[in-house]
């Protein structure tokens, strides 16, 4: 069984020593939420608005964040499986692997990620010119 959360509105709420398992948030709101030293397994964000959401040290498995605005959130010591067409504007990332991500379909437009936590993950040409900083390239 899975649980299903649609259209709810959860914004700024702090889950506290919360898991989910087997959850899906569809077209929902989450945004600035506190999901940090959770524990995320089996849970989709699908078409959900996750902008400022805290995943620190989060314990997250099988996770897919589908269609959805990850906006200035961060994830620091998290494990994440997929990234599907999300928007990932500013997000910052500390110590969160994304090697075999495939973020193609995703914006990264300021991302904050060390050379450590990229490599290996899957980009278009287009993004490349977003992670140039990383290796100290500025284009004119």
Known sequence: RVVVFEQCDFSNTEF??????????????????????????????????????NLSMASIENILFKNTGLKSSYFQETKIK?????D??????????LKGID???????????????????IIDQFQATDLLYLIGVKIK
Request: charged fraction near 20%; glycine fraction near 6%; charge should be neutral.
């Open 103 to 121: 973020l193609s379909s995703s914006k990264i437009e300021g991302i904050a990620i060390s050379i450590e936590d990229i490599k290996g993950a």
């Open 16 to 53: 506290l020593e919360t898991s989910f398992i087997k959850c899906e948030f569809n077209n929902c709101k989450v945004s600035g939420c506190n999901f940090a030293e959770d524990r995320l397994y089996n849970v989709a964000f699908i078409k959900t608005n996750a902008s400022y959401m």
């Open 82 to 86: 997929n990234l599907e067409n999300s």
């Open 88 to 97: 990932l504007t500013g997000a910052r990332f500390f110590k969160t692997s």
